[in-house]
């Protein structure tokens, strides 16, 4: 089964510092990812999506993601966080059974 | 605008009490979803449907259930609520056919308080 691995519980930045959130997630032959954005109190929204094409994926507000096929990463930036962007960010991967497998989260911490 | 409602954004409840989470969705999905959320476990699968009348079970059944007998509704039912399913449940709806790849779209949340 696939599995996602996200490297960092909390991250802590300045705001308009840039941030990486990091992911990887155990290989498969077809690899569907996806990066999602939980506000506080709120549910999940979908930030952005790689299903195949060009690895550099853009999202909602202003965030990025790259697929790494070699290294089986798919990390999140934005050069630029904002106060706003303070929210637990998921990242998912879709399993062969055709479920969506989530990580267990990264909190985003933004300091003024 | 799409939308995932789950009915309660909070509830208490009692242990041993019987207790139902609305999940409706008016997309016409026919994969539907609930997980449970905690601190550094993340999203947690109980139970999925993808048909009405249709159930299988997650990663976590057990102390849950759950009915679909309209493809828009799907409730999950703690049989007899203890204080270890306090929570944050989460339901998410999908279209069928994973070439369409739009991913989940989620509800709001219901954070349920067993005392």
């Known amino acids: 089964a696939q599995s996602v691995t996200q490297l960092d519980s909390q991250v802590p930045v300045f705001e308009e510092a840039p941030v990486e959130l990091r992911c990887n997630y155990s290989?498969?032959?077809?690899?569907?990812l996806f990066w999602y954005v939980q506000y506080p109190n709120q549910g999940l929204q979908l930030l952005l999506k790689?299903?195949?094409?060009?690895?550099l994926v853009k999202g909602i507000n202003g965030f990025e993601a790259e697929f790494n096929k070699s290294q089986t990463s798919f990390h999140l930036r934005k050069p630029s966080v904002h106060i706003s962007d303070t929210a637990e960010y998921f990242c998912?991967?879709?399993?062969?059974?055709?479920?969506?497998?989530f990580g267990k989260g990264t909190r985003l911490h933004i300091l003024p | 605008d799409v939308k995932v409602t789950q009915s309660s954004r909070y509830l208490v409840k009692r242990t041993g009490e019987k207790v139902f989470l609305e999940c409706v969705q008016d997309?016409?999905?026919?994969?539907m979803f609930w997980y449970r959320q905690d601190p550094g476990l993340g999203l947690r699968l109980i139970y999925f449907?993808?048909?009405?009348?249709?159930?299988e079970k997650g990663d976590i059944p057990e102390g849950y259930s759950v009915s679909r007998e309209k493809k828009e509704r799907f409730s999950l039912i703690l049989e007899s609520a203890s204080t270890n399913q306090t929570s944050m449940y989460l339901c998410?709806?999908?279209?069928?056919?994973?070439?369409?790849?739009?991913?989940?779209?989620f509800g709001s949340g219901t954070r349920l308080t067993v005392v």
């Open positions: 998912a991967v879709r399993n062969r059974d055709d479920k969506i497998i």
């Open positions: 290989s498969s032959v077809s690899v569907y």
């Open positions: 790689y299903l195949s094409g060009s690895t």
């Open positions: 997309m016409d999905h026919e994969n």
């Open positions: 449907s993808y048909d009405v009348k249709m159930k």
């Open positions: 998410a709806s999908e279209r069928q056919g994973a070439n369409l790849n739009y991913g989940y779209t």
